[in-house]
């Protein structure tokens, strides 16, 4: 508890508020089978916010939730969460993402689009004739291109519209890396904490840790949710350090384990 009131104390806390997603989500195919669609707004889950968008999936998942209120071209509705949906959203990577628009952050070095003239920054907003404002909507579109030489749209510095002829593989891929740096689309949160303020918080934060801890133990004993089956979903340690060496993601890893350990 004193390691996470040292991690809030020197690098306070920053998240992505759920209510902050005004584009909505991206949804994979196991989003899809519980109901979602791309555009859709998480309101709440059993009728209760989950405040930090990236917690969504964990709450569904732990609180073994049953509903969801969701925002769809406009209207409120809510969504039953069909029985069985726990396994697949453990085994899944992403299975609800805040939804972006196309931004080349960097290319391959076999990318047909950067050979058409695509730069750094662009934002693919077309694909023959056919416009659209997020990246979803463009992998819908595109595998129908493949092995075709075919116009893309990008708009160059937020005002230059400019047709690209790009010639699209098999694969239906154009080899552009799209800019996930979310803070670039949504506004975050970000909460700094003076030391007294971070001895309440910190506990705070190890409880919460302890509990969510306890509610997956649980499900590991619950055959119809197949946990057991996705165990490195909840303790994969390797996978869990950062490749690149953070200190702040260290010292809250240290203080999950010490957690665990105790």
């Known amino acids: 508890l004193f390691i996470y009131s040292i991690v809030l104390f020197t690098w306070g806390d920053s998240y992505i508020p759920t209510k902050n997603v005004t584009a909505g989500i991206m949804v994979d195919s196991v989003a899809a089978d519980m109901g979602l669609k791309n555009g859709d ?28 209120q969701i925002e769809r071209d406009g209207n409120r509705m809510e969504l039953e969460i069909p029985s069985g949906s726990i396994a697949p959203l453990l085994k899944s990577t992403t299975p609800i993402f805040p939804r972006l628009p196309f931004y080349a952050q960097g290319f391959h070095s076999t990318s047909p689009a950067k050979k058409a003239g695509m730069e750094l ?32 749209s990008v708009q160059r510095n937020e005002k230059d519209t400019i047709d690209l002829n790009v010639a699209i593989g098999s694969d239906g891929l154009i080899g552009v890396l799209v800019d996930l740096n979310l803070s670039r689309y949504y506004e975050e949160k ?30 590991l004993f619950k ?30 890893l240290t203080a999950f384990l010490s957690i665990i350990l105790a």
């Open 190 to 219: 970000s909460i700094e904490y003076s030391f007294i303020q971070a001895v309440p918080a910190g506990i705070n934060k190890g409880f919460r840790t302890v509990s969510s801890y306890l509610k997956q133990l649980k499900l």
């Open 41 to 68: 707004k998480i309101l709440s889950i059993d009728r209760k916010e989950t405040e930090n968008f990236f917690l969504i999936v964990h709450d569904i998942v732990v609180n073994d939730a049953k509903t969801l």
């Open 121 to 152: 920054n662009d934002r693919i907003i077309g694909v023959n004739g056919s416009y659209f404002e997020y990246w979803d909507e463009f992998k819908a579109i595109i595998p129908q291109y493949k092995d075709q030489t075919t116009t893309i």
């Open 223 to 252: 055959p119809e949710t197949k946990a057991y089956e996705s165990i490195g979903g909840f303790l994969k340690i390797g996978s869990i350090f950062s490749p690149v060496w953070d200190w702040q993601s260290f010292w809250n």
